[in-house]
């Protein structure tokens, strides 16, 4: 039996143990902050909390792997996360010089200027007149005038919630008269399954196709005997003038306003609003559904009335 003798044990001159005397390395990721750590994914069943394993954990909350690392970083640098969305630098994105160039380009053109001068003084003219006539009623009892404003189209219902954000709701118009010689003004509030929305389709019937024009109304100026200036609007800029009158006009006719009704019953909504708002009518307040049923039950869907015409 041969006997393998072991190899001595390489000493340092002068040094009986080293182990006793070797050199603490600190590794540089610990010296940065940088230390490994280690984490457990839990999912929680019938309100425990069950560890599972991290490829099971992403695929049962459908994250990736990035997200849940950024997650983790910020956790142990006690960070809050940063909305980064659009701080991206473009690729075709233009240096401020050029854009600066650009500005002092189209900023010098004549057209520019003017464009701005001529909407500046029609909007002066619209307010001066405004005023003017508003004065004018106030002081002469003889005079009145109104004025008419649609506003901006409301979308029903409203509540603060991101489902509605690709669903069609209903369309509620605005539309307000106001006399100036009393100030006092009076709102029309409507939605589309009561009448049509656009400001040229109030008194008209959707379903009939007939075409029509605005009535021209004209501005009979009499300062002269026998001598009438006639414009056909309101402060038109184009004026006539007439003289030689064989009697001045002592009478005019009056206007006859329209007594019948421009829809015989409640309009048609859209099938897919309709749906839309049968959705949301978990988040609308108690208060507010007995509205929105009277809207459900009381105007028939679009689609099946188009049905029915055909038929």
């Known amino acids: 039996m041969d006997v393998i003798q072991e190899p001595p044990i390489k000493r340092k001159r002068g040094v009986v143990n080293p182990s006793k005397y070797q050199r603490n390395r600190i590794k540089s990721s610990r010296s940065q902050g940088k230390e490994a750590r280690s984490y457990y994914h839990f999912v929680k069943i019938n ?47 233009m240096g401020e010089q050029y854009r600066e160039e650009i500005r002092e380009h189209i900023s010098s053109k004549r057209v520019a200027v003017a464009e701005k001068i001529v909407h500046q003084r029609r909007a002066k003219k619209f307010y001066s007149t405004l005023k003017t006539t508003t004065e004018e009623c106030q002081q002469r009892e003889d005079l009145a005038a109104f004025c008419f404003d649609f506003m901006q189209n409301l979308q029903l219902p409203e509540f603060s919630t991101q489902d509605k954000f690709y669903l069609s709701q209903l369309t509620v118009s605005l539309f307000c008269i106001t006399n100036l010689k009393t100030q006092k003004s009076f709102f029309y509030i409507y939605h589309e399954g009561q009448a049509a929305k656009g400001p040229n389709e109030m008194e008209k019937d959707r379903n ?104």
């Open 208 to 311: 009939s196709k007939t075409q029509f024009a605005v009535s021209k109304f004209y501005h009979l100026v009499y300062e002269e005997d026998n001598v009438v200036k006639a414009s056909e609007y309101i402060n038109g800029f184009m004026w006539n003038t007439f003289t030689d009158l064989l009697q001045p006009r002592t009478s005019t006719s009056c206007l006859q306003l329209p007594t019948e009704k421009a829809y015989k019953g409640s309009l048609p909504i859209g099938t897919v609003k309709l749906d839309n708002i049968k959705t949301l009518l978990r988040w609308v307040e108690e208060e507010h559904k007995e509205y929105y049923h009277n809207i459900l039950l009381n105007h028939p869907p679009k689609d099946e009335k188009v049905k029915k015409n055909k038929k």
């Open 47 to 93: 309100g425990k909390n069950v560890k599972v394993c991290r490829k099971a954990f992403l695929s049962i909350h459908a994250v990736s792997k990035q997200r849940v690392q950024r997650i983790k970083l910020l956790l142990c640098n006690n960070e809050t996360p940063e909305d980064k969305r659009g701080k991206n630098v473009k690729s075709n994105l």
